[in-house]
Structures are given as C-alpha cells and as structure tokens.
C-alpha cells in the first residue's frame, strides 16, 4: 500500500555533509494529507540492532531526533511532492550505518516504534 525508495547514500569523511531522500508513494494520496501518516529514519550498522534517527509528521512537519544526531541532521519533507529529506550535517564514523526511510498510519511521529513500511536501504559510510 505505501512505497519507499531511499536515495542518496554514499561514502564521505568525517565532518563532511550528505542528504538523503525518500519517496514515497501509495495507493491513495488522501491518506498522506489527513495527518495520519508518520515518516520516519532508522539506521543499521554492522552487527548492531536497528535505531531510530529521526521522524516526521506528514501535515504540519512536527519533528522528533534522537539524542545522537540532534543538532546534525534535519529531517524535512519537500514542500511540492511526497518526497521526506535527511540534511546530515558533521557527520561522525559512528553514522556508518544503513539508513532506512519508514512510514505509519500514525500522527504519533515521536514515537519510535509502529512503522510497518519501509525501503530498501541506503548505505552511508564515514571514513577518513
């Protein structure tokens, strides 16, 4: 019912900048506009659980970061299309990860947990 697509990853040093997209679409656009909907960033690195980044409600871009990245990333979703934006900033060997773009029914954007679709993935490494 709802698609996400990841783009933007890559390899960059620490302290450099990256954003990443994603778009999402579904079966009926209405849904995204009735304040329902949740989208949110979660990463992965290697031989670690999944966790929460960053989320963002669909009406009125009410946003939620975790304590790791605030006042680094920016979470923003353009302002024609249904496209959800992650503005890294300063960004740290401990960003390594594969970043995944989630979404949910859900106008509870600060909440971490509940997200039933998600993307592909999109790999980001920090090195030096």
């Known amino acids: 019912q709802v698609h996400l697509v990841e783009s933007g990853g890559g390899s960059v040093q620490p302290g450099d900048s990256l954003r990443l997209s994603c778009d999402v679409s579904?079966?009926?656009?209405?849904?995204?506009?009735?304040?329902?909907?949740?989208a949110g960033w979660f990463r992965q690195a290697p031989g670690k659980e999944r966790e929460f980044v960053a989320a963002?409600?669909?009406?009125?871009?009410?946003?939620h970061y975790a304590d790791s990245v605030k006042g680094r990333f920016t979470i923003g979703k353009a302002s024609a299309g249904n496209t959800v934006n992650l503005q890294m900033n300063a960004l740290k060997s401990t960003d390594t990860a594969v970043y995944f773009c989630?979404?949910?029914?859900?106008?509870?954007?600060?909440?971490?947990?509940?997200?039933?679709?998600w993307g592909q993935g999109t790999q980001v490494t920090v090195s030096s």
């Open positions: 989630a979404g949910k029914f859900d106008a509870a954007y600060y909440v971490p947990t509940g997200y039933n679709y």
């Open positions: 579904g079966r009926n656009r209405g849904w995204f506009t009735a304040g329902w909907f949740s």
């Open positions: 963002i409600r669909w009406d009125d871009h009410s946003t």
